[in-house]
């Protein structure tokens, strides 16, 4: 009995130090991202464009992005990664047109005030196809998108606002490449793509990172988003949303 006890023990302790020796890790990244609106919006679909930079003059805006990957030893299973990008911006201007916005019509030469939102929660489910010092993941990305654009004239204090929201499914990939420059140098890219019933989504970024003891490290890089809606809760966008962006980063 006693043997058995023994055996058992021993066979657990082997397990754990297996076990501790392929565990759960991953990777989170947190900072700013600079970034320019542009494009158009249009509510209800079929009505006036409007114009994000001539009409509604939006501004540049730096703002949060946030990152997290879970990678398991466990085969067959995806990896997992959260993500959070805030998308906010306001603007004040002096329409040189006459256009429609809902329920409102906004004449030329007024003055308004303009709040936009276009805030994304990702999760993906990825594999890692590399891992050999160079890093090749791919993956299928759920995209929600929780949106508004809310109009006001600061002349004749009539406001509108259009609010969507959405689920959109995103391929996936991201690949990352030491360089022989320095041990803890790489660059990378990582996008999310996808095209259907007159709707486009992508986000794309280039980065360098450098990686400094026990996996802490700062990165930095272009990011391009492309938010083409077509008949969202009865609003349409193409909206392109670019910047630099630099973070910190800890791989563990």
Request: no cysteine; hydrophobic share 35%.
């Amino acid at each position: 009995m006693k043997k058995r006890a023994i055996a058992a023990t021993a066979a657990l302790t082997l397990l754990a130090s297996v076990s501790a020796a392929d565990t759960i890790g991953g990777e989170i990244s947190a900072g700013g991202w600079n970034h320019d609106p542009s494009g158009w919006v249009q509510y209800p679909t079929g009505s006036d464009k409007i114009d994000l930079d001539s009409d509604l003059n939006l501004d540049t805006r730096s703002e949060l992005y946030l990152r997290a990957k879970i990678e398991h030893p466990v085969p067959l299973l995806p990896n997992i990664r959260l993500a959070f990008t805030q998308n906010r911006s306001s603007g004040d201007g002096t329409i040189s047109k006459t256009f429609s916005f809902g329920n409102i019509t906004i004449g030329a030469s007024e003055r308004v005030h303009t709040e936009t939102q276009l805030d994304s929660y990702d999760a993906t489910f990825y594999y890692e196809i590399v891992d050999t010092g160079i890093d090749l993941d791919i993956g299928l990305t759920a995209r929600y998108i929780d949106g508004y654009v809310d109009i006001r004239s600061l002349t004749t204090s009539q406001n509108e606002k259009t609010e969507f929201t959405g689920v959109f499914p995103l391929l996936y990939a991201n690949a990352r490449v030491p360089l022989p420059l320095s041990s803890g140098l790489s660059v990378g890219a990582e996008g999310s793509y996808v095209t259907y019933d007159g709707s486009t989504l992508y986000d794309l970024q280039a980065d360098v990172r450098y990686t400094f003891a026990m996996g802490l490290g700062i990165e930095a890089g272009y990011r391009a988003q492309k938010i083409k809606l077509d008949d969202v809760e009865n609003t349409s966008t193409d909206v392109d949303i670019e910047g630099f962006f630099i973070g910190a980063v800890w791989d563990f």
